[in-house]
């Protein structure tokens, strides 16, 4: 029997939201961060939309954290304020760009994020450009093994060297808890990260503070963290926290602990377009690697344990209501599913929701979210375009 082909008004492939599931998470979030004592300042990155933004500072949300300048702009264009940008940036366009930003009116910047000297004195330049400072933090490598510095007396000293910089103002430092520094991912794992983080954020705050550095925030943050922000009542040095993905979820931080499968609201909606008559049984949909991120994994596998592959090919999103569809292959515009019961199979036209393997990237490369509830199209969560980080 022909199923009835759910929101018929959007052309596929389209990226939904649930918004019941949407905004149950910005709740619980909201709640979390309640319960730790510290304020949530909703990181737009994974999204970048403001009306996502706005839903979230409506929730208890304090401003917005930004992964680049172009987004901070654009925040600040929807009138949103304490704009945080995550990330150091550096160069001659950047700087414009952080001009352009700060020679606003009416702007609310947070702060901008350092870890070297050469950043900060850039940033300098452009603050007194503008005749105001600009607030920065001190990124401190708290075991993700990207940037910042080491915490302790390597931070004393990177923080020695900025207060002495003009055009700017030392206001805090910022962490974040990385699954690189996992011994094992298992919920005890990310407790262990999680307290080890809050505790060298918190003593590196008091040694900064008792060498004379005034700094006001100490700043942590990560999805996988979320559940774990009610001992933040034990680090009372600990001002705020910042959380992106929790608002989506995806495979990977069903995997890390951070939401259940059910509670998973971004979804790929994709149409089957074709049913060749091949062995395996297989059907093929409209959305491939330029919709998909081409990042294998599978919530209940690892690479090598059994399972993990089905006729040798790895998971590439799991798909809704439906665990004996197999998404094994990813070209440039299409996908190919495999059927794993013979029995089963899928109509032509049927359309399918995915769960992807990593939904910042999915969002990242899509103009267009659409917000739905009970099977109907509610409203555009993002229209814009921000450019590639």
Request: aromatic fraction near 6%; proline fraction near 7%.
């Amino acid at each position: 029997m022909k199923q009835s082909v759910p929101y018929p008004e959007l052309d596929t492939p389209a990226v939904i939201v649930d918004m019941d599931k949407l905004e149950a998470n910005i709740e619980d979030a909201q709640c979390l961060a309640d319960s730790g004592d510290v304020k949530i300042r909703p990181v737009s990155k994974c999204h970048e939309s403001a009306e996502i933004t706005k839903m979230q500072i409506k929730a208890g949300g304090i401003g917005v954290a930004v992964g680049k300048l172009k987004e901070a702009l654009h925040m600040a264009d929807e009138g949103i304020g304490g704009i945080l940008i995550l990330h150091p940036f550096y160069g001659p366009h950047k700087m414009e760009q952080l001009k352009e930003l700060v020679s606003r009116p009416n702007i609310e910047l947070h702060a901008c994020t350092v870890d070297m000297v050469e950043q900060a004195e850039a940033i300098s330049e452009v603050g007194q450009a503008v005749g105001k400072k600009i607030p920065v933090l001190l990124k401190i490598e708290t075991g993700i093994k990207r940037f910042g510095v080491l915490p302790g007396e390597p931070a004393l000293q990177r923080a020695k060297e900025l207060v002495k910089i003009p055009g700017i103002e030392l206001v805090g430092i910022l962490g974040h808890e990385s699954s690189s520094g996992l011994s094992e991912n298992t919920k005890g794992g990310w407790d262990k990260v999680c307290h080890e983080v809050a505790a060298v954020m918190a003593a590196t705050a008091r040694l900064l503070r008792n060498n004379g550095i005034p700094i006001e925030h100490v700043e942590i943050g990560s999805t996988p963290a979320l559940r774990n922000v009610p001992m933040l009542r034990g680090y009372p040095e600990i001002t705020e926290i910042h959380m992106a993905s929790y608002i989506f979820g995806d495979i990977g931080y069903v995997t890390q602990f951070a939401l259940p499968m059910e509670r998973v609201s971004l979804f790929v909606l994709t149409t089957v377009v074709s049913l060749p008559d091949t062995v395996p049984a297989r059907a093929v949909i409209d959305a491939g690697s330029k919709t998909i991120p081409l990042v294998p994994m599978h919530p209940q596998y690892k690479p090598g344990e059994p399972g993990y592959l089905f006729d040798g090919k790895p998971c590439f999103g799991q798909i809704v209501g439906r665990p004996d569809l197999w998404l094994g292959r990813l070209t440039i515009v299409n996908g190919v599913v495999f059927f794993t019961d013979p029995d089963k199979k899928v109509e032509l036209g049927e359309r399918l929701e995915i769960i992807t393997t990593h939904h910042a990237i999915l969002t990242g490369v899509h103009r267009r979210i659409y917000g739905v509830r009970k099977g109907k199209v509610e409203k555009m969560l993002k229209d814009v375009d921000t450019g590639s980080y």
